[in-house]
């Protein structure tokens, strides 16, 4: 499309974008125009699907700047989380897939590499894309050979995002190794909730104070961009305000050439130095762009996650189209029953990784604030922070989600079990979460816990068995305790007066039948008692127990169990490895296969599932009642055949 090509409003720019190389014929006034079109087809899409839509507006003349400038898929542009990317996405051939965005069988809600070779890597755990770019560069000037080849290495990485450890591992890295490779800072002064810690004060500082605001304009852009006469006198006020303010910038001191910061909604400004740094880049570049969260979209721009993740909306009013909720979330219950035990014990205190709302912390923040501590996405630092308060005599409660606390794994292992400290682990979105898909699956916290000497491991059959499970976790100075508990509403049940302690290592009986016995560990709880309402018709009556414990076993209730029944069936919402395995291992250390004791074990199958509804993912990993019954009916008619046990 040729510049002098006047643009008929009545053919929407978007309208003519297959793919990003449909960019490179638009003025840098019709990127303008795309980039608000852009905007209103992401509102739109979003509305209809809900998701994550604060980030990706924030980003979308990011997005439209770096196709024009960029050749991807050859040229790389990683996002960093990627909930940012649906602009993206729109701009890279799915726009008519935006509408499937998270559900069954659709878009996922990040970048995925077998979604588009538009996403290069795949995301959703934070603070992966400099690591991710930098080895993209490296293969390139190796002579990895892949089929769109590999040219610039582009890194879009949030202010929150770059708050984790592993951001700076990879610049150090990265300055290091001196490669051509670009980040782009986006800087929204946001995380999910308003960010905390150093960072974002120093990165604050880098635009925000009085002699920065004289001087930005002066240094607005990159120096070299400017006419000759002009650039000196930039550069000066450039290093000026550099080297008046911290001696360069800390990204600097890691090797990068430091650029911006720039307004990231200014198409003036993102498209020339973008141009600039492409043609000019020899080693490791930071571009600083300065963003708004939800930005052009009123409803989110005023909320006070900036938009951050929203249901189904009405794009006028904003009104999000939420479920009615027929009882508490797991996550309230936890933060409530934790808040009210922590005004009776001042030792309870509660770290988070930049997840205080998504947690249930917010409530503990409000009334305890010196006792709650949000140390930003930094799930490791969370851990071993943790594991030196119960060390200095605290009662800390570590409430990260069971699939962000695989980033803290080896602090678990080396600085709580090791020592057998008695760090609590609340563990939210265990099991399978729905919509986000694989990379938040909650599936493996059962194995890589119970696994862990001295580790007790407990899973919530509902909420009020939580309630419980908070006060136990509390009572449990002898070592570490985790307890686990899904994303979404409780089943309904009433919620105890007062949370008792359990007895660790203890299960219960919940109905008392033969012949098979169904042990649940978690809130598949619901599902064994709708699968025996079936079987029941059947005349076929189970007998159904709650483990609570993966680990320690109630072993009594487990070998009489297997004593008294032709059968054993384990089931819980994790994968092999977990507490099917912790009660075969008991079976066999105590010879009781020998005697012809049917089990099964109904765990997450062999393999990562994508989003969909919960129901529907667990209908996918064979994890529902009517396979429950299934597996009870299968068996019992391997029983029947082989007759009783002998
Ligand atoms: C390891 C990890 N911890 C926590 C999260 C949850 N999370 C998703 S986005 C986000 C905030 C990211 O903030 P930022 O990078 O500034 O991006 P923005 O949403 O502001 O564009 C967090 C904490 C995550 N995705 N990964
Ligand atoms: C992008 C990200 O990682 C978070 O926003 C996550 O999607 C939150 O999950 P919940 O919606 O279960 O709180
Ligand atoms: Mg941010």
New binding site residues.
Partial sequence: MSDDQPHRPDTPLLDRIAGPADLKSLSDAQLTQLAHELRAETVSAVSETGG?LGAGLGVVELTVALHAVFEAPRDKIIWD?S?QSYPHKILTGRRDRMRTLRQKDGLSGFTKRSESAHDPFGA?HSSTSISAALGFAVARDLGGAIPEGTGDSIAVIGDGAMSAGMAFEAMNNAGHLGKRMIVILNDNEMS?APPVGALSAYLSRLYAEKPFQDLKAAAKGAVSLLPGPFREGAKRAKDMLKGMAMGGTLFEALGFTYLGPIDGHDMDQLLPILRAIRARATGPVLLHVLTTKGKGYAPAERADDGG??TARFDVLTGKQKKAPSNAPSYTSVFGETLARLAAADDRICAVTAAMPD?TGLKLMAERFPSRCFDVGIAEQHGVTFSAALAAGGMRPFCAMYSTFLQRGYDQVVHDVALQGLPVRFAID?AGL?GA?GAT?AGSFDIGYLSSLPGMVVMAAADEAELVHMVATAAAHDDGPIAFRYP?GEGVGVELPETPEPLEIGKGRIVAQGGRVAILSFGTRLAEVRKAAESLAVRGINPTIADARFAKPLDEAMILKLAEDHEALITIEEGSVGGFGSQVAQLLADRGVFDHGLKFRSMVLPDQFIDQAGPAEMYDAAGLNAAQIEARVLDVLDVAAITGRRA
């Fill in positions: 994550h989380v909930h959703a999910i951050h993740a998504g979105r979460v986000d938040h994303r």
